[in-house]
């Protein structure tokens, strides 16, 4: 399945480039084609990354979110656009799950939420 990382980026310590180069290792290693926007470079303005990252939604058969998403505007807007398009939602695992077992992560699918 190719699947879009979603989640808080803006305000979080190297962008938060941590948790979502742990999750594409996690999805590529169980057989996943990613799309990481953490690999974005430095340098664009914020309407420029989400037209990049609408596109590769929309090459994507899923996205799934990272925690914190719901308090990001981008993953919010994200989100939204994977449902308009009728892309497979997921939320990614807790910090208690990623702290305790890094080889069972939990990954749910998501009811669609208007």
């Known amino acids: 399945m190719k699947i879009y990382i979603a989640g808080p980026m803006t305000g979080i310590e190297n962008f938060n480039r941590v948790e979502f180069f742990l999750m594409a290792d996690y999805l590529i290693k169980n057989g996943h084609v990613v799309m990481n926007p953490a690999n974005h470079p430095e340098g664009f303005t914020q309407p420029e ?3 990049v990252c609408f596109a590769m939604i929309d090459v994507c058969d899923a996205i799934i ?3 914190g998403w719901e308090k990001s505007k981008g993953a919010k807007f994200e989100y939204q656009h994977a449902l308009s398009k009728g892309k497979k939602t997921f939320r ?3 910090e208690e799950v990623r702290e305790e077992n890094t080889e069972q992560w939990e990954i749910e699918e998501m009811e669609a939420e208007e």
């Open 92 to 94: 990614g695992w807790s």
């Open 49 to 51: 990354y989400m037209h």
């Open 65 to 67: 979110l990272l925690p």
